[in-house]
């Protein structure tokens, strides 16, 4: 049963990652209170870059963030575990890694920051596959700026190298500047084939921005950047902090309560490391835990009135996922 104490707010945030923190800083920014629910630890970086250091499998996008035992998550890409079980055709292929924790799985990701192009969004007009978007490029656009000035994304003058996205302004940073290797390869292609080498949008900096540094270059975005030059979902989490949002870490969200009379969440329920249960309640909720951490906290909520889980009326949830595409073999961005 849930602890006698029930916490409250405006909105009740699931996940702590890129989405969950930079929400919350936004709705805390305007005046309304917000409580984020982390399923993991808060660790600081310098933690996070020493484990790093100390990896022999230097790789290991997984390893420099051990998981904790009441918030698992994937130890690795590359093979089965008992933590994810996935099935259907290619379901080994289908291994993924994210991290439960505070500030989420942007910890090791890439930093790529592509918009898609107005064609995504018009699959089935355009080339009579799919379904078309209920929105287009255009409506998304401001979006996509705003996120990249909440990152710090750096890219090429947009007057200068077309990368398919218009753009109503500039990138906030610079593009980082071509490697000697990749010019080497510039000139390759150029010279012989119709392709051209273009510079990779990328949430790194090109100069001091937003209390990080600028990049060294030292290769090694993934599994952490060594000095934080990369954003990554902790500096959401500072920002949102300091605007009044509230983060409980080590807050296995299990539950999502529901009225029974017209199916609106009233609250969620977590356990604590200790196995404690508690009882949070808001206005509104978001779930943003991940792809795979919010559809499993969806179907385990079943109830009577839905039996397949919250939110499952067409019966997809936690189906039919997608992920990039695989080749055999570990290839790294190094090689």
């Not at 990368?163 to 290797?181: D, F, H, V």
Request: charged content about 20%; proline content about 8%.
């Amino acid at each position: 049963m849930p602890s006698e104490q029930t916490l409250s707010a405006d909105v009740v945030i699931v996940g702590s990652g890129v989405a969950g923190a930079s929400i919350a800083n936004e709705l805390a920014r305007a005046g309304i209170s917000v409580i984020v629910l982390e399923a993991g630890p808060r660790v600081d970086r310098q933690h996070f870059v020493e484990n790093f250091r100390n990896l022999e499998n230097k790789p290991s996008y997984q390893g420099p963030f051990p998981a904790v035992p009441w918030a698992r998550h994937p130890p690795n890409q590359m093979t089965p575990n008992d933590y994810l079980h996935t099935s259907g055709p290619n379901a080994e292929a289908y291994q993924q890694v994210y991290l439960r924790m505070m500030g989420g799985t942007t910890w090791h990701w890439a930093g790529c920051a592509w918009r898609y192009l107005p064609s995504d969004f018009e699959l089935k007009t355009r080339y009579g596959q799919g379904r078309d978007w209920a929105l287009k490029y255009e409506d998304l656009e401001p979006f996509y700026y705003q996120a990249e000035v909440m990152m710090g994304v750096c890219g090429p003058d947009p007057a200068k190298e077309d990368l398919g996205s218009p753009r109503k302004q500039p990138y906030p940073m610079e593009a980082l500047p071509i490697s000697y290797a990749a010019q080497q390869f510039r000139k390759l292609i150029d010279e012989k084939t119709p392709w051209r080498v273009v510079h990779e949008p990328q949430a790194r900096n090109t100069r001091p921005y937003d209390s990080r540094p600028t990049c060294e270059g030292h290769n090694n975005c993934m599994p952490i950047c060594p000095i934080g030059a990369m954003y990554n979902g902790s500096y959401s989490v500072y920002h949102a902090e300091a605007a009044g949002a509230k983060f409980i870490p080590n807050a296995v969200v299990y539950k999502i309560e529901r009225d029974s009379a017209n199916k609106r969440v009233t609250g969620v329920q977590y356990y604590d490391p200790e196995k404690n249960s508690h009882r949070v309640t808001g206005k509104y909720f978001v779930i943003a835990a991940h792809c795979i951490e919010t559809a499993k906290l969806l179907l385990v909520s079943a109830d009577e009135q839905s039996p397949d889980g919250v939110a499952n009326s067409s019966g997809h949830v936690g189906a039919e996922h997608d992920g990039p595409y695989r080749r055999a073999g570990d290839v790294h961005q190094w090689r």
